[in-house]
């Protein structure tokens, strides 16, 4: 073959040659005409179809991106606290129909308490009502009401001594457990306001709760008993308070009744309020 011959291209090789860049003026100069019109090379290439753009599919509508905003947590209504009444028979209503705290879910009673309403000798004060008192709506019932009279009759606190009975908080506390610093501030006002209508000369304060409660301390049990408290009552009237064990305490740790022994010995000793 001639080297300068012009070279016979196929279609095939043409329009590959045309692909790498080869435009149709440049290939006419190295494709030599057949003698007969069949073998001729036809040397323009028909252009692949350019491939069409892909159908695109109708979009689907877009809804809008709804933001996940964690919605605040309702604000409890808070709970209106009622004037305390100054009138003791409207007192113990108020008391009865409280709903200051959670106990008031789970109450029978309220125990607002019982005893002499007239400048009592002496106001017994313990912490909670236990699961009698509830039923029945009065204070110091069942084993450790019937101790309590043993203790109070060792030192000469009878019948014939006038003597108020009631606790730090109104309602039982389910499953006898300790009362929670909330529920006490909810009650204290109605102990505070029967202490100034009942004008006692003497508060006995069974249990730490009752006592710190009374004395505003956060003293233990055994550093505020074995000495003689004052309090301050609404109306101004300083009021002794001795602090001793609660009888469901001593029930439950009998070797301590040799203290409450002592204490029961100093609050003899004590001379009443003064104006």
């Not at 290439?45 to 605040?72: D, F, G, N, W, Y």
């Not at 604000?75 to 003791?88: D, G, N, R």
């Not at 002499?116 to 204070?139: F, H, I, K, N, Q």
């Amino acid at each position: 073959m001639n080297p300068m011959q012009a070279p016979r291209l196929n279609r095939l090789q043409e329009a590959w040659l045309q692909e790498i860049g080869l435009d149709k003026r440049m290939l006419a100069q190295f494709v030599a005409p057949l003698a007969g019109p069949e073998s001729a090379v036809d040397t323009s290439v028909q252009a692949e179809p350019e491939p069409s753009a892909p159908k695109l599919m109708p979009a689907e509508p877009r809804l809008p991106v709804r933001r996940q905003v964690q919605a605040e947590p309702e604000e409890s209504p808070a709970k209106t606290l009622q004037p305390v009444p100054q009138i003791w028979e409207e007192l113990i209503a108020h008391i009865g129909e409280c709903q200051a705290c959670e106990l008031h879910k789970g109450r029978s009673h309220a125990v607002s308490g019982t005893g002499a309403l007239t400048a009592p000798e002496w106001l017994v004060v313990g912490e909670a009502p236990g699961s009698v008192d509830d039923r029945t709506g009065l204070p110091f019932q069942g084993k450790a009401g019937q101790l309590l009279q043993a203790m109070l009759a060792s030192i000469q606190v009878t019948g014939q001594t006038t003597v108020f009975y009631t606790n730090l908080i109104k309602c039982r506390p389910l499953g006898n457990r300790t009362p929670t610093p909330d529920e006490i501030a909810a009650c204290l006002p109605y102990l505070q306001r029967q202490i100034a209508l009942l004008g006692p000369r003497r508060i006995l304060a069974l249990g730490g709760l009752a006592a710190q409660a009374l004395l505003g301390l956060n003293d233990d049990l055994e550093n505020l008993r074995g000495k003689v408290h004052a309090m301050r009552s609404e109306d101004g009237r300083s009021i002794p308070v001795l602090v001793t064990y609660h009888p469901t305490a001593l029930l439950l740790r009998p070797q301590h009744k040799l203290d409450a022994w002592r204490d029961l010995n100093l609050a003899r000793t004590v001379p009443g309020a003064e104006g």
